[in-house]
């Protein structure tokens, strides 16, 4: 599988062009995904581009029956985690909350997650803020905090502490925060949101990461007054191997 992806990543990066930035999608523990997303990620940070790897880790009873998809998915991961910067890794394991919902079901609730991180990342370096967090900043952060991931949450203006907690406990990534995270911290809302809300939430991400070393903050304000208010964080330095190590499980599963 590795001699395919060779052959087919030069056409892939130049049908994929000059976009600044791009989510690269693959299911790992098959032959296919697992060699080409590192490739692909790889070649496409070296032309500038912000790639960025969305990794679906497979269920444990996968990996438990099937050795080589456990060795394919690790090869995989230990790859990206090597390059650093933005990792999306999205676990099927994590899916199990929703196991009483139809399948079809479960799987549109984790396409809708997966859309919304890909819809807040891209929205908060477009559109300018009134604290402004640009590609470029986001790339310089990037490059100095390791691996990363992405955390997302929505929670009504009055509930700034509850916004960072489900930001970081109420996600379907598999990740696990190191005794030194950095983290860049987006704040979206409306006419009335006011600064001491928004304080308040970059506080609450501060004393959640363990006074990170270094924080980022943006902001931004629509004309209209909202309810809800979006957070979007970039939290970097994760603990080595995390991603890797969520692939073992915790307990046994039940008789």
Do not use: C
């Not at 604290?131 to 203006?157: P, R």
């Not at 902001?219 to 995390?242: D, I, N, Q």
Request: no cysteine.
């Amino acid at each position: 599988m590795r001699a395919g992806a060779e052959e087919a990543r030069e056409e892939l990066v130049r049908r994929i062009g000059s976009s600044e930035i791009v989510f690269l999608l693959a299911g790992l523990g098959g032959g296919t995904g697992s060699a080409l997303l590192p490739l692909l990620t790889r070649d496409l940070r070296a032309r500038g581009t912000l790639a960025v790897p969305v990794a679906f880790l497979p269920f444990h009873i996968e990996l438990e029956s099937n050795p080589d998809r456990r060795s394919n998915a690790l090869g995989a991961l230990s790859e990206l985690e090597e390059m650093g910067g933005l990792l999306l890794a999205l676990s099927n394991e994590k899916l199990r909350r929703f196991e009483s919902l139809p399948m079809a079901r479960v799987l549109q609730a984790r396409n809708a997650y997966l859309h919304g991180l890909v819809e807040s990342l891209v929205d908060m370096v477009e559109h300018p803020s009134q604290l402004n967090v640009d590609l470029a900043s986001l790339k310089s952060h990037l490059a100095q905090s390791g691996v990363s991931t992405l955390l997302l949450s929505e929670e009504h203006i009055s509930e700034p502490e509850r916004l960072v907690h489900t930001a970081l406990t109420d996600t379907l990534l598999d990740f696990e925060l190191s005794e030194n995270p950095s983290a860049l911290v987006h704040v979206d809302g409306g006419s009335n949101l006011t600064l001491g809300t928004v304080d308040r939430v970059w506080r609450a991400m501060r004393r959640r990461l363990g006074e990170p070393r270094r924080m980022l903050v943006g902001t931004r304000t629509h004309p209209e007054p909202r309810h809800v208010v979006r957070l979007t964080a970039v939290v970097g330095g994760l603990r080595p191997r995390s991603v890797r190590d969520a692939l073992v499980p915790l307990r046994a599963p039940p008789a």
